[in-house]
C-alpha cells in the first residue's frame, strides 16, 4: 500500500431518510453490520497500510456504534472523512465531537435549497430538510472541508443555478459544490424522478459550472 489509498468504509446501509432514488440494495441483513464486525475491518485496513477512510452508509451517524469505531481508527491513526445527509450535525456538539476526534472532510448530501423539493428527493419531512442545512452551517463553521453533494433529478434540474447562488451567498467558498448523475441500480432504480438523460440537463449543468466559477466556487 502506498499509504495513499483511501478505503470506502460502510458501517452499513441504515439510513433514517428515506431516499426514493436510493441505489442501496435494501437488502436488510445490510442495514446494521456488527461494531465488532467493523472494528476488526479497522484492524484489517490498518494491516493493509490504509491511512485514510471515508465513512458511509446508508447513514454512518445513526450506527450505535459510530463513536466505538471512530475510536478504533484513530487507535490505529487512520483519518477519517465522512459521507452523510448531514442531519445528525445539526447537533453543535455532535459535531465538536467529531472534528475533536479527527474529522476533516465531509461529503453531505443536499439536493435542493427549496425545502419543498429536498423533501422529495431525500424522503424527510420540513425538519429533515432544515437539519440538513444546518449540519452544513456547522460542519462549516467547524472549519470542516465541506463538499455540497446535490444528484440531479425531475425535481431540482431546473434551478441548479439558483442552488449554487444559494450555497454561495451561505457559505461562501468554504463550501464545495459536488453535481452528479443519478444512479438507477439498487433499491430506488425505477423512481420516476431520475428517469432522465444527461442531455436533457447538461445545458443547465454546463451554466452552474460557468456561474460557479465566476463567483469563485469550487
Not at 456538539?93 to 423533501?119: M, P
Not at 422529495?120 to 429533515?128: L, Q
Request: glycine share 10%.
Amino acid at each position: 500500500m502506498d499509504g495513499e489509498s483511501v478505503s470506502l468504509f460502510r458501517l452499513g446501509e441504515q439510513c433514517n431518510n428515506d431516499c426514493p432514488m436510493c441505489s442501496n440494495s435494501g437488502r436488510e441483513e445490510a442495514f446494521f453490520q456488527s461494531t465488532e464486525e467493523l472494528v476488526s475491518r479497522v484492524r484489517f485496513l490498518a494491516r493493509e497500510g490504509f491511512r485514510r477512510v471515508v465513512v458511509t452508509g446508508g447513514e454512518p451517524t445513526i450506527h450505535p456504534g459510530f463513536w466505538e469505531i471512530i475510536a478504533a481508527l484513530g487507535e490505529y491513526d487512520i483519518a477519517w472523512d465522512i459521507n452523510t445527509h448531514g442531519r445528525t450535525f445539526a447537533d453543535e456538539a455532535f459535531t465538536t465531537r467529531a472534528r475533536e476526534a479527527g474529522l476533516e472532510r465531509a461529503i453531505v448530501s443536499l439536493h435542493s435549497h427549496i425545502e419543498e423539493a429536498s423533501c422529495v428527493i431525500s424522503g424527510v419531512k420540513s425538519r429533515g430538510h432544515q437539519e440538513a442545512v444546518t449540519g452544513i452551517d456547522r460542519l462549516v463553521g467547524s472549519g470542516a472541508y465541506v463538499l455540497v453533494n446535490l444528484v440531479v433529478t425531475t425535481h431540482n434540474a431546473d434551478h441548479l443555478q439558483d442552488f449554487a447562488s444559494f450555497c454561495w451567498d451561505r457559505w461562501g467558498p468554504a463550501a464545495r459544490l459536488k453535481i452528479a448523475f443519478p444512479s438507477t441500480t439498487g433499491k430506488g432504480g425505477d423512481w420516476d424522478g431520475i428517469q432522465l438523460r444527461y442531455s436533457d440537463v447538461q445545458d443547465e449543468v454546463r451554466a452552474t459550472r460557468t456561474q460557479a466559477k465566476s463567483l469563485g466556487q469550487e
